[in-house]
């Protein structure tokens, strides 16, 4: 038999403070107030995971406390200016944190707790945050005998991007097996979003998003303005997206192989591989992808958990040309693109509207890809990827086979994303490398699809297989 009960944590003598919203925080919050609010769940950034044996509730209780205190993007709010044209945060230095809580029998078994942990993640992941009222996180815990067994995070997109869920989870779990908070803040100084505003408003800052967008702009000046023919000469599909997930234990140690081979990050072996078939399917020779980089590199940013994640522009030509030749220009090219992701994207939109209302060709923007596969740690990554059901990750759905084989599974479908060619997610498991694809049908068709993740595949297994100099 399961309960329900609610804990709350309160939270006092916190940083505060109020300033302009970050570049991050502006562009997410657009982004998802231009959504219908039955779509604004899907934006939340959510993770879970079984916790075995299982952690005091007390400690974990005091843990998700001191997060608080470390970081501020977990307590602030986001309010729009009175002439609607700002958007400012306020920091709180004081309020309450609400924890979900599920009891189950000291003899649950782990199927009766992953079904209580799956059925929590739901409910909290399934609604939009008000981020005016609320503070951006929820927590839930299933809890056995005294020990938490089970553990369920849910933020705003708005407070953190995946990797700053990553960092966040890190801290959390360091926090709960008894690391001090103040020995995290002496291994780690991250920056604090008051403190991002305060250096994006600077002179220095302002110049970095003036030459970040010229430089972007130049690209999208430069680069093809359309990629795919649609099937059939139509304009978009209003069908569903499917979604296809590749689960592939073959690709999880190749492609880090192939990387050290060229010297290449890993990264650049799936972005060459993913041009290379974007090219081959658009009967060209180059390819356009708009690449999430996660802007961790930079100064300040390294352990910061709040959303500094950016789009970059990457034309890549003569992209079915020789495989590892391609991943080399790709690792060079993407070092480049990365180095100008962070930008005011406001800005650079409305100066996109401009170009476009005076007939300019424009880049084609609509092809995304996303390498999430080093988002979380490695503990709870592993726990999250064994508890498929309750981690709401698009490739937990397609699982594995067990003994090493390929698979394709079409977990879900999508409402029609307008603007979107494909978006392809990275994602790692204990056992494989996963290749999520969402599509519009009516540009590749689920023939398409599988042929494109499967030729993925085919890229970066050949390239591994061929003989190297000694």
């Not at 916790?51 to 709010?77: I, K, M, Q």
């Not at 990387?259 to 290449?264: F, G, T």
């Not at 991943?327 to 930008?343: E, G």
Request: aromatic share 4%; proline share 7%; net charge negative.
């Amino acid at each position: 038999m399961t309960t329900s009960r609610q804990l709350e944590i309160p939270f006092t003598d916190g940083r505060s403070g109020s300033g302009p919203a970050t570049w991050g925080q502006r562009a997410i919050w657009d982004v998802v107030n231009r959504s219908a609010p039955a779509d604004r769940p899907r934006f939340n950034i959510t993770t879970a995971a079984p916790l075995d044996p299982g952690l005091p509730l007390p400690a974990v209780l005091d843990a998700l406390g001191h997060l608080l205190h470390l970081h501020d993007s977990l307590h602030t709010r986001l309010l729009p200016e009175p002439d609607g044209t700002g958007l400012r945060q306020q920091v709180d230095p004081a309020g309450r944190l609400t924890v979900r809580v599920r009891d189950c029998a000291a003899d649950a078994g782990g199927e009766e707790l992953a079904s209580a942990g799956a059925a929590l993640h739901e409910e909290l992941a399934g609604r939009p945050f008000d981020c005016g009222t609320e503070w951006p996180i929820r927590a839930g815990l299933v809890v056995a005998d005294g020990l938490v067994r089970f553990v369920s995070l849910v933020l705003s997109h708005t407070a953190v991007d995946g990797t700053g869920m990553g960092l966040l989870v890190r801290d959390l779990s360091e926090l709960s097996l008894g690391t001090g908070p103040d020995a995290i803040r002496a291994a780690r100084s991250p920056r604090q979003p008051l403190e991002e505003a305060a250096f994006q408003t600077s002179e220095r800052g302002l110049k970095r998003d003036a030459n970040a967008r010229a430089h972007t702009l130049r690209k999208l000046r430069a680069a093809p303005s359309r990629l795919f023919p649609p099937v059939g000469g139509g304009a978009g599909s209003a069908e569903r997206f499917p979604n296809a997930v590749l689960s592939s234990p073959a690709l999880l140690p190749a492609v880090d192989r192939v990387a050290a081979a060229h010297r290449a990050a890993s990264s650049a072996v799936l972005l060459a591989a993913a041009a290379a078939m974007t090219a081959r399917l658009a009967g060209r020779s180059d390819a356009v992808l708009q690449v999430v980089v996660n802007n961790r590199f930079l100064s300040g940013l390294t352990d910061a958990v709040s959303v500094v994640a950016g789009d970059a522009l990457l034309h890549l030509t003569d992209a079915d040309g020789e495989f590892g030749e391609a991943v080399r220009r790709t690792h060079a090219a993407s070092i480049a693109a990365y180095r100008h992701a962070y930008y005011n994207r406001r800005l650079l939109d409305a100066e996109v509207e401009r170009l476009t209302a005076e007939q300019v060709p424009l880049a084609d923007r609509s092809c995304v890809f996303n390498d999430t596969r080093e988002l979380l740690p490695g503990d709870l990554a592993a726990q999250a990827a064994q508890a498929a059901q309750a981690s709401a990750s698009p490739g937990a759905a397609a699982g594995g086979s067990g003994d090493g084989r390929t698979t394709l599974a079409w977990p879900v479908e999508f409402d029609p994303r307008p603007g979107l060619t494909y978006a392809l997610d990275a994602l790692r498991t204990p056992a494989a490398l996963q290749l999520a694809m969402t599509a519009d049908p009516a540009v590749l068709p689920r023939p398409a699809m599988e042929e494109f993740l499967y030729g993925i595949e085919e890229l970066v297994l050949t390239e591994d297989r061929a003989p190297r100099p000694r």
